[in-house]
């Protein structure tokens, strides 16, 4: 494994890996909004029906996002490894605005080959 690879699962195990140690809970949150203009146009899309590519494309942004800093705190626990990931969504408004907020979290481990 390259040093600067970091594996990510939703797993709790890796395949051929072995964890040798747990070095904590890491997360990453990324909150993005959705500007009026694309809520107006998504409102044509779920009146006729169909998929909102926009949206669809930026939940991917805001998602990578917030994996992104997780990869950073868990390299900073000398992790090769976070295991146990989890996505979550959730949709936040206030004051007449809309945003989506992305936490991705999980375990960083230190792992080595099975000889």
């Known amino acids: 494994m390259n040093q600067e690879e970091l594996i990510l699962t939703t ?5 051929n890996r072995k964890i040798k140690s747990y070095l904590g809970i890491v997360n990453g949150i ?16 779920d009146f006729f029906g169909g998929k909102s590519g926009s949206y669809q494309k930026e939940y991917e942004q805001v998602k990578e996002l917030a994996l992104q800093e997780l990869r950073d705190k868990a390299k900073k626990l000398s992790a090769n490894a976070v295991v146990g990931i989890k996505i979550d969504y959730e949709a936040i408004s206030s004051k007449g605005k809309s945003f989506v907020m992305v936490t991705a979290t999980g375990t960083a481990v230190l792992t080595e080959e099975i000889s």
């Not at 909150?31 to 009026?36: M, R």
Request: glycine fraction near 10%.
């Open 11 to 15: 797993t709790d195990t890796i395949q």
């Open 30 to 45: 990324s909150i993005t909004g959705f500007g009026a203009f694309r809520e107006f146009l998504s409102s044509f899309t």
